[in-house]
């Protein structure tokens, strides 16, 4: 009999530091559902999140974005992806340290750009340098990031393959996440 998950595994970190990839192949490998919050906030608004945040602002939107994480939250353990700047909210970081656990993939600015430096889907780059807007993002984000539950760094080259089991490793190794049969 295999172990059980009994808290959503919620990934954390900067754009392009690889939330959905990796939290696909562990959803997989879990045998859980994956959810991405801002496809789901997407959904709910029949509009982009580029298109919310010229519309709405960016305080609407953080706002649709608390209330979607704790609805998914509410609901079975699964894999949760979040954006960006969700954890940036000490309401947001308490509602999955109470539901869940926050599992940091931490990566150098370098490897983020290179990531990033080609999507025009990103609203907050859409500025006269791009890289120096994620620059001082990931400065301001950082000690929001290192509040949570794990964290696990990001490499260039490691395979979704290879950074999913460094994922799998902190959270097993964490007590609480899963039951296993005795």
């Known amino acids: 009999m295999a172990c059980r998950l009994e808290k959503t595994v919620v990934m954390v970190g900067m754009m392009g530091a690889g939330k959905s990839a990796i939290g696909r192949a562990l959803a997989e ?7 991405d919050s801002d496809a789901e ?10 298109e919310i945040f010229a519309r709405d602002g960016e305080s609407f939107f953080r706002r649709r974005e608390t209330e979607v994480i704790r609805r998914l939250l509410e609901g079975a353990p699964c894999v949760l992806s979040t954006g960006g700047g969700a954890f940036l909210s000490e309401r947001n970081r308490r509602l999955i340290a109470e539901r869940g ?11 983020l750009w ?15 340098n791009p890289r120096e807007t994620l ?26 393959e290879a950074m999913t089991q460094r994922v799998l490793e902190a959270i097993r190794a964490h007590e609480g996440v899963f039951t296993c049969p005795a």
């Not at 656990?101 to 990566?107: E, I, P």
């Open 135 to 160: 620059a001082t993002l990931q400065d301001q984000r950082v000690p929001s990031y290192a509040e949570a539950t794990l964290r696990v760094m990001a490499e260039e080259g490691l395979s979704i």
């Open 101 to 111: 656990v926050s599992v940091w993939l931490d990566a150098d600015l370098d490897l």
């Open 29 to 35: 490998r879990l045998g859980v559902p994956f959810l």
């Open 41 to 50: 906030i997407e959904r709910a608004a029949a509009m982009s999140i580029s």
């Open 114 to 128: 290179a990531r990033v430096r080609n999507k025009d889907t990103r609203p907050l780059l859409r500025t006269d």
